[in-house]
Antibody, heavy 119, light 107 residues
Framework: QVTLRESGPALVKPTQTLTLTCTFS??????????VSWIRQPPGKALEWLAL???????YYSTSLKTRLTISKDTSKNQVVLTMTNMDPVDTATYYC???????????WGQGTLVTVSS | EIVMTQSPATLSVSPGERATLSCRAS??????LAWYQQKPGQAPRLLIY???TRATGIPARFSGSGSGTEFTLTISSLQSEDFAVYYC?????????FGQGTKVEIK
C-alpha cells in the first residue's frame, strides 16, 4: 500500500525559509523509475508543480521558482525534503507530495499540508 | 512551457446527466495527458492517464479521449459523488503543467 504524508510548519514569516518533509511508504525511491514531486495549491486556485527528484537523484524545478527551491531525498528514511527560500504571502498554499512513475502522471498523493505565510 | 487550458470553468449538470469537460494544450502532448478529480479539502485523485486509461478503481462512467492538443473527459451519468473540480495535466514535456480546472456543480 502506497502512502505519502507531508509535514512541516503551518505558519512561516515573510522572508523565512520553508522546509517540508514528505514521508512515504509502499515503494522505494531507489527503484528505477520512481520519482517524487512537490505540488502546491493556493486557496481556491489551481495546482502548480514545483519540483521533482528521481531514483537516480536527478532533480527538476519549476522554471519560475527554481532559484528558491531545493529538493533532496533520504532513501534510507523514505523521505523527500523541499526547501523554499524567501517566503512571501503569495506562497500561502496547500503543499502536496506525490509519486510519479517514470516521469508520467501522479498516481499517489499525500493529504497535503497548509502553509500560511504571514507576519 | 506547455500551457493547458480547460473549458468551461464551471459546468452545471443535473444528476444522471452526461458531463463533457475539455482540455487543450498549447502544443502537442501526444497521449501524455492525465485527469484528476479533487473534492473540497481533499488531495487530487488520479482518474485517467494516457489520455484514455482509467486508473485503478475508477468507475467505467469516467472516460477520456483525445490526443495531440485536444482532450475530453466524459462522465456518462453524474452521481452525487462526482460533483468536484477536475484538472487535466500534461506530462509529455517537463516541467509538467495543469489546467485551471473545471468545477462540476449541481444544476
Amino acid at each position: 500500500q502506497v502512502t505519502l504524508r507531508e509535514s512541516g510548519p503551518a505558519l512561516v514569516k515573510p522572508t523565512q525559509t520553508l522546509t517540508l518533509t514528505c514521508t512515504f511508504s509502499g515503494f522505494s525511491l531507489s527503484t528505477s523509475g520512481m520519482c517524487v514531486s512537490w505540488i502546491r495549491q493556493p486557496p481556491g486556485k489551481a495546482l502548480e508543480w514545483l519540483a521533482l527528484i528521481d531514483w537516480d537523484d536527478d532533480k527538476y524545478y519549476s522554471t519560475s521558482l527554481k532559484t528558491r527551491l531545493t529538493i533532496s531525498k533520504d532513501t534510507s528514511k523514505n523521505q523527500v525534503v523541499l526547501t523554499m527560500t524567501n517566503m512571501d504571502p503569495v506562497d500561502t498554499a496547500t503543499y502536496y507530495c506525490a509519486r510519479t512513475l517514470a516521469y508520467k502522471h501522479f498516481d499517489y498523493w499525500g493529504q497535503g499540508t497548509l502553509v500560511t505565510v504571514s507576519s | 512551457e506547455i500551457v493547458m487550458t480547460q473549458s468551461p470553468a464551471t459546468l452545471s449538470v443535473s444528476p444522471g446527466e452526461r458531463a463533457t469537460l475539455s482540455c487543450r494544450a498549447s502544443q502537442s502532448v501526444s497521449s501524455n495527458l492525465a485527469w484528476y478529480q479533487q473534492k473540497p479539502g481533499q488531495a487530487p485523485r488520479l482518474l485517467i492517464y494516457g489520455a484514455s486509461t482509467r486508473a485503478t478503481g475508477i468507475p467505467a462512467r469516467f472516460s477520456g479521449s483525445g490526443s495531440g492538443t485536444e482532450f475530453t473527459l466524459t462522465i456518462s451519468s453524474l452521481q452525487s459523488e462526482d460533483f468536484a473540480v477536475y484538472y487535466c495535466q500534461q506530462y509529455n514535456n517537463w516541467p509538467v503543467g495543469f489546467g485551471q480546472g473545471t468545477k462540476v456543480e449541481i444544476k
